[in-house]
């Protein structure tokens, strides 16, 4: 994919350098000739200009690219006033970053694709890996409702699937059961293959090495972990 961002600054940066490294082509665009200088040898392309001047702005190859990143944060005038202009010049994918929740709302009257939120996601990360630890994957599906997969607790261990009573007591929904079975290749080596199974039998006792996908509110995930650990 081709990616347009307009703000070299550290989120810009880092986001432009993991998109280059996963092989899709970058172009970066910056008002500071030292940052757009700085990234010139590891992007497609840069851009020395001020986004917020639309005539600068209309040299840019915005709808030959899949989105443009609006990565502009401290500088709020600065970058509505980008995302005003990408909208008038009818850009079909828009994401940009919001600082605070005043940023997010004004950000929001202009129906962009995606509004990015860095810092507060960061911060939610952190608190959610010192609540759950290393040994639960959680996938956001909307603002009330994640997936979490996770390998069996010991304190469920020897329990069947019509004995965990999760959803009747947290209102987590088991998706799937995650079996973990032992396989021994040509030199005798053993490892634990994981296999995804929703047509598991009701009374199958839980090992060790098995794991469950479950669908729920992460508050009440949240008490149902602090249950079992």
């Not at 940052?35 to 190859?61: G, I």
């Not at 202009?85 to 694709?113: E, G, N, Q, T």
């Not at 290393?134 to 409702?145: A, G, I, L, P």
Request: with cysteine; proline share 2%.
């Amino acid at each position: 994919m081709k990616y347009l961002i307009i703000g070299l600054g550290n989120y810009g940066e880092v986001l432009a350098q993991e998109l280059t490294a996963l092989g899709h082509e970058v172009i970066g665009v910056d008002s500071h000739e030292l940052q757009a200088e700085r990234m010139k040898d590891r992007l497609a392309t840069t851009y020395v200009l001020d986004a917020t001047d639309e005539m600068a702005l209309s040299v840019l190859p915005l709808n030959n690219v899949d989105i443009v990143v609006v990565a502009i944060g401290e500088n709020f005038g600065a970058s509505v006033r980008v995302v005003s202009l990408l909208k008038k010049r009818k850009v079909k994918h828009i994401y940009a970053r919001a600082v605070d929740d005043v940023h997010k709302a004004v950000l929001d009257a202009f129906s962009i694709d995606r509004i990015l939120t860095p810092e507060k996601d960061a911060a939610i990360a952190l608190v959610q890996l010192l609540e759950l630890g290393t040994e639960v994957e959680h996938f956001v599906v909307d603002d009330n409702k994640s997936v979490f997969k996770f390998s069996v607790p010991g304190k469920l261990v020897g329990y069947k699937m019509n004995e965990l009573g999760i959803e009747k007591e947290f209102n987590i929904r088991v998706i799937s059961l995650i079996r973990g079975k032992q396989i021994s290749n040509a030199l005798g080596i053993t490892r634990t293959e994981k296999v995804a199974d929703d047509a598991y039998p009701e009374d199958y006792e839980l090992g060790a090495s098995d794991g469950l996908l479950c669908y729920g509110a992460y508050s009440d995930f949240i008490n149902f972990w602090k249950s079992v650990r």
